[in-house]
């Protein structure tokens, strides 16, 4: 499985940016994709989730400004970031889950400036 990642850049803050995960085969096989981030000196945390039901999650410091969707025609799935700030400043990875598997993207690094 290969995950494809996208749409990572400099932004200033309150700034917009949309990243792009694109699956090599169906994500209807996937229990649950995601998007994770890593700022520097930091772990890896979860930003957002779907489900292949379509159910979402977020994690408190996202809530309200990201907004996670997929579209199954293109096998991709979105992060649309709004009201970016500064600390959302990190490297983004894609995710995906099956019952057998765990499979990561190459990472799309987001700088938002104040």
């Known amino acids: 499985v290969q995950l494809q990642a996208s749409g990572g850049g400099l932004v200033q803050a309150g700034g917009s940016l949309r990243l792009s995960c694109v699956a090599s085969?169906?994500?209807?096989?996937?229990?649950?994709m995601g998007w994770y981030r890593q700022a520097p000196g930091k772990e890896r945390e979860l930003v957002a989730g779907?489900?292949?039901?379509?159910?979402?999650n977020y994690a408190d410091s996202v809530k309200g400004r990201f907004t996670i969707s997929r579209d199954n025609a293109k096998n991709t799935v979105y992060l649309q970031m709004n009201s970016l700030k500064p600390e959302d400043t990190a490297v983004y990875y894609c995710?995906?889950?099956?019952?057998?598997?765990?499979?990561w993207g190459q990472g799309t690094q987001v700088t938002v400036s104040s």
């Open positions: 995710n995906a889950r099956t019952t057998g598997g765990n499979y």
């Open positions: 085969r169906s994500i209807f096989s996937f229990n649950v």
């Open positions: 779907i489900t292949v039901g379509g159910t979402t």
